[in-house]
């Protein structure tokens, strides 16, 4: 009898011991998570306290009155709604549902789990930001892990989040953004490049031709290189030239901007004609072409030649020094297709304006229809680098860097019905962008044609104003 009692007792000790520890473990569970999730925590403590003290009636009151009222401001105002309150819930719900719940399962299965002496090491979710198009989460990867072990799955993740497309990147050692779409942004129509007020709100090395697939401005510099874009045939190609000109309006009329056109179709840059000054635009004609581009060769070794006795090394646009803006229509007529004895005086000239003519201020944007290694034989140097809609992988490749399809550059993959969308590389190459050019309409041509002359009479005219007076003082 005392044999039972002895081991009944010990059993009923060990029994305690273990819930002790069960409730230990569970109570310090509950301070991680009160801890780590402050918010949710706050929330259940003060929903348990109204109850506690008012009543449930009175919490489902105003819960009530909460609904109804932000519905009604939903309705009333959605802009204002999504950028507040529903971008908090909208996070919320993300953050929990599509996310944390699944983050083991998905994290493991898309061999993101580190195995350390039986345990199973995994990414820490950091954080979870939304917006009406993108899911961003902030990730702290384990000691061993690197950039590329999440770039490699990339496309796992997003299938098993079910998003459209997804981008990593990296923001500190071991702390990495990966971004999951929803919701395409680009498949709307971008509106085309206003025209700035005044010229010193103009920022060359920023030049706004688009929107980039994150709801930013999509740039271009002006200054410190030249830029390709190749696309295919209704890719878009002219919205990229058309924006930039639009943006440099006021820089043209004020003398700080000099463009010039080389347009071997003689049609797309016909209509700046009354914006050209003579001599500075050469059409379908393969000797004007050369005539011009010897003619700014000899301009550039003369600026080079007398900035260089003056010790000036870097080029700013501004008055009396403007930026020369060369822009080419067309590269494959000048490159490929016009007789061998042409197309060699224009690469060597072509070669010297890209090499020489970044400190010089002649800048070349150029477009090109087939980038092909045989035919965009100077690729290489053009510092930036855009390519619309593409035929197959390698021409991507081509108009870009190698490999650039592996970078996320998908050009071959991208619809005619979203003409204008682009894939450039930024970050030595390593981080894909998409973005769409603003959609430049005949009316948007005109209005800015119309801008540069009708600004540039009220110059002419306040100069002949002055200079009557002047003879009359």
């Excluded at 500190?172 to 680009?186: E, G, I, T």
């Excluded at 970044?358 to 680098?385: H, S």
Aim: with cysteine; net charge positive.
């Amino acid at each position: 009898m005392f044999t039972i009692l002895d081991f009944l007792f010990g059993l009923i000790g060990k029994a305690l011991v273990w819930l002790a520890k069960m409730l230990t473990k569970l109570l310090w569970r509950f301070l991680v998570i009160a801890v780590c999730h402050p918010r949710t925590t706050a929330a259940i403590a003060i929903t348990t306290a109204i109850v506690t003290h008012v009543g449930w009636e009175v919490l489902a009151t105003a819960a009530v009155v909460v609904i109804t009222a932000a519905s009604t401001w939903r309705a009333a105002h959605p802009a204002s709604y999504n950028a507040s309150a529903g971008m908090l819930l909208r996070t919320w719900w993300r953050r929990w549902w599509a996310y944390r719940r699944v983050w083991v399962k998905v994290c493991t299965r898309c061999a993101l789990a580190i195995e350390e002496n039986d345990k199973v090491l995994l990414p820490k979710l950091v954080k979870v930001a939304t917006t009406p198009y993108w899911d961003r989460l902030t990730v702290r990867g384990q000691i061993g892990q690197e950039l590329r072990d999440f770039r490699d799955v990339s496309e796992r993740l997003r299938t098993a989040f079910g998003a459209k497309r997804a981008a990593v990147r990296e923001l500190r050692p071991r702390v990495y953004r990966l971004d999951f779409m929803r919701r395409d942004p680009l498949v709307e129509t971008v509106p085309a490049t206003p025209i700035p007020k005044t010229v010193e709100e103009i920022d060359f090395r920023r030049v706004p031709v688009g929107r980039d697939e994150f709801g930013d401005p999509y740039t271009v510099s002006l200054l410190g290189g030249h830029t390709s874009l190749a696309g295919s045939t209704g890719a878009g190609k002219a919205g990229l030239q058309w924006n930039v000109w639009r943006y440099l309006a006021p820089a043209i009329v004020a003398g700080w901007v000099r463009p010039v056109g080389i347009d071997p179709k003689g049609k797309e840059l016909r209509q700046m004609l009354p914006v050209f000054a003579k001599g500075d635009y050469a059409g379908a004609d393969p000797d004007d072409v050369v005539e011009l581009l010897t003619r700014l060769v000899a301009e550039m070794n003369e600026t080079n030649e007398r900035e260089g006795a003056a010790g000036e090394r870097d080029f700013k646009p501004g008055p009396g020094r403007p930026l020369t803006l060369i822009d080419i229509d067309e590269l494959a007529p000048l490159l490929r297709y016009w007789s061998r004895s042409i197309r060699a005086k224009i690469e060597d000239l072509l070669g010297l304006l890209l090499t020489q003519g970044r400190a010089a201020g002649f800048i070349v944007i150029g477009n090109i229809q087939e980038p092909t290694k045989d035919t965009f034989t100077i690729r290489d140097l053009f510092t930036r680098r855009l390519a619309l809609r593409l035929p197959t992988e390698s021409h991507t490749d081509a108009a870009l860097i190698e490999d650039a399809v592996e970078y996320g550059a998908a050009c071959h993959q991208i619809s005619e019905t979203t003409p204008g969308v682009l894939f450039s590389l930024q970050d030595g190459a390593s981080t894909t962008i998409r973005a769409r050019l603003g959609f430049v309409e005949d009316h948007h041509i005109a209005e800015f044609v119309t801008y540069v002359q009708s600004h540039r009479n009220v110059i002419d005219l306040d100069t002949r104003r002055a200079g009557a007076e002047g003879k009359a003082a």
